[in-house]
């Protein structure tokens, strides 16, 4: 038996090696490796996404010699804290919270691509029980999900409407926006996206109205960011720039193929926890493409938005000093 277990070990020993010989004599033949880019979503798959899913599924990643690992957060500030931590590569998150994090906590992340370029975030009420301005906001409670920006916003838009913020309750709803709204739980939310929840929300039935906070002194942010961590931007760098160079493909062909787009997005759906309705990943997509598109191409950032963005948190008390914008950012050409 002894023997037996000799001769099998020197035959796989052999097999591995003949194995290592042929990879070698692949790589000789100018085969590239493929190196792993992950990504964690802002929330689950929807049409936001769908420039992603499109590059998938197009092969425009592969072209670029990156295999992408789509991941999707537990909780709603994973985006940020995971790829802070490098335990992904990219996370797509909220320029606020960026310089929030990079101010306050001393976070070394960046941002690399501008996804949204305008805000999606609504303060939402239910239509029978009417707000008619952020000031009216004042003894009512008003759920979030616990990232502090949703608190700045709603301050902005109350003390601009002349009101007393310290007048509203803010309540930690977490990811149950529609669900604390509709049960009567809260009276209004902020954190709801116009182009997702209000469409999903109206679909179900439910008669519900916004709030846009750029009507009451909020700045016209980036509303999603694609945000990695300093040393994976200095290690990852050249996979970073070969992931973005496939997505902006991706959106190119959601331009001009937005049905074709959108049904790839469904096809890549997570149907058993998140079930996605064409009709409103429809309208959502109508809703974004707008907001998503620059003269510059798509994902280009601009060192005014985040400017006016970090002055307005600093006015705001979300941080104390403005971070070094210089370092807040890069434009992936």
């Not at 787009?261 to 809703?287: G, R, W």
Request: net charge negative; hydrophobic share 40%; charged share 25%.
């Amino acid at each position: 038996m002894k023997k037996l277990s000799v001769v099998v070990s020197i035959l796989i020993g052999f097999i591995i090696l003949s194995a290592c010989g042929n990879e070698e004599s692949v790589a000789g033949n100018n085969v590239k490796e493929t190196n792993t880019v992950s990504i964690m979503l802002d929330w689950y798959p929807n049409a936001v996404h769908s420039y992603l899913y499109v590059a998938e599924e197009k092969g425009y990643f592969e072209e670029e010699d990156i295999d992408v690992d789509i991941q999707f957060p537990a909780n709603p500030t994973d985006p940020l804290t995971l790829a802070a931590s490098g335990k992904v590569t990219m996370g797509l998150y909220y320029q606020p919270d960026v310089i929030a994090a990079r101010a306050n906590e001393d976070i070394p992340v960046k941002s690399v691509a501008a996804v949204v370029r305008e805000p999606l975030n609504r303060i939402v009420y239910r239509s029978d029980a009417p707000i008619g301005s952020p000031k009216e906001l004042e003894g009512k409670q008003v759920g979030y999900p616990g990232i502090p920006v949703n608190e700045a916003i709603v301050k902005t838009m109350v003390e601009h409407d002349g009101g007393n913020y310290e007048k509203v309750d803010m309540i930690n709803v977490e990811f149950e926006l529609g669900s604390s709204l509709i049960s009567e739980q809260v009276d209004a939310v902020s954190g709801m996206y116009v182009n997702h929840e209000v469409p999903v929300l109206r679909g179900e039935g439910h008669a519900i109205d916004f709030i846009d906070p750029v009507d009451y002194g909020v700045p016209d942010f980036y509303e999603i960011v694609a945000v990695t961590s300093d040393e994976t931007w200095e290690a990852e760098q050249e996979n970073i720039e070969a992931f973005w160079r496939a997505a902006r493909k991706g959106y190119d062909f959601m331009i001009e193929n937005e049905e074709e787009a959108l049904q790839i997005l469904l096809d890549y759906q997570d149907d058993v926890n998140f079930p996605l309705e064409k009709e409103i990943e429809t309208e959502s997509l109508s809703i974004l493409l707008p907001k998503m598109e620059s003269e510059q191409g798509f994902g280009t950032q601009g060192k005014a938005s985040w400017e006016e963005t970090a002055a307005w948190l600093k006015e705001n008390g979300v941080i104390e000093e403005a971070p070094d914008i210089d370092d807040i950012f890069v434009n992936i050409k």
